[in-house]
């Protein structure tokens, strides 16, 4: 749009609009190539990324905005991150320099500043499969696209069509799915489990992944990065219900998550070759956690097959909440809940996962 065409008013609030995103940025720990520069982090996927989506949902299980959730976030306040404190939503805006927090899109106090520099849409509970938010009331994928369609106006509407498309190409945006859907669509409720195999449950997600990701490449997303399913039965969890006496993981969820996983960075390399101008990128968490877990130790934990809260066996969400003991210190833990990683480990898993995929987004 021809800027003689914009009100001065308009023009000026895009103006500072635009210095403020260049002034309040972080210093990241991340050395960048030269030549990749990266506005905002955009955020789609489960309870891993959400950072307090859910928090309004009055229809779900799957929210923690109460304590001892947050418990060594700032302030020591509940936001609807599943954690102790950050997680990896927050950790890669931060690593990358943009900003310190990720901020969840239905976040009350959003600031239209927020906008230029990236928010989450990811929803606890949902899952590539439509089944798993709907048995979770979560935001389904599709609903996370209608707030990401929701967002493109409001950026069109702050700093103008050529602007938004700049930011919307040039952003990292990260997809986050698949352990509901193995663990409790297709393991736990059975839902699944009666009218498909393995072989073809994960068939079903990676088209819905490779749907998904065409869309929001439709809507402007260039720079995908998709993160792999992890070690899902290895979680506290898992390990209670199907591990036996010795709590060992739960190979079978393992070997659906690694099934999954080789399908899906197969259908990425694919898409990579056959939308231009696109990056798409597997980024895989599975074996760099699973080696935090099984050698713990060494990674300077103490704990690998319980959760900080409560028994550290199985509680979650509303059913870890502060009628339950923590422990003294999460950052001793592997994991903060029966399913969340600590604050800890995520610090331990984003930096090199990001040192190691960042050049394929160039």
Known sequence: MDSSLIPSSLLLRRMLLLLMTVFCKTKGALQLPPNLKVPAVLVFGDSIMDTGNN??????????????????????IPTGRFGNGKVPSDLIAEELGIKDLLPAYFDPNLQPNDLLTGV????????????????????SLSGQIDMFKDYIRKLEGLVGEDRTNFILANSIVLVVEGSNDISNTYFLSHAREVQYDIPT??????????SFLKEIYQLGARRIGVLSAPPIGC??????????LLRKCAEKYNEAAKLFNSKLAKELASLNQNLPN??????????????????????????????????????????????????QNAGDYVFWDGFHPSESVYRKLVPPILQKYMYQFI
């Not at 509970?125 to 935001?139: F, H, N, R, V």
């Open 55 to 76: 928090n309004n949902n009055t229809h779900t299980l799957a929210k923690c905005n109460f304590p001892p959730y947050g418990r060594d976030f700032q302030g020591a």
């Open 201 to 210: 449950y994960t068939d079903l997600m990676v088209s819905s992944a490779s």
């Open 278 to 327: 696109a990056r798409v990128v597997y980024l895989d968490v599975y074996n760099p956690l699973l080696d935090i877990i099984v050698n713990y130790q060494n990674y300077g934990f103490k704990v690998g097959d319980r959760g900080c809260c409560g028994t550290g066996k199985i509680e979650t969400a509303v059913f870890c909440n502060s009628l339950d003991p923590t422990c």
């Open 235 to 244: 979680v506290p969890f898992q390990r209670t219900i199907l591990g036996g």
């Open 120 to 139: 989450c849409f990811a929803s606890g509970g949902s899952g590539y499969d439509p089944l798993t938010s709907k048995m979770a009331t979560a935001i």
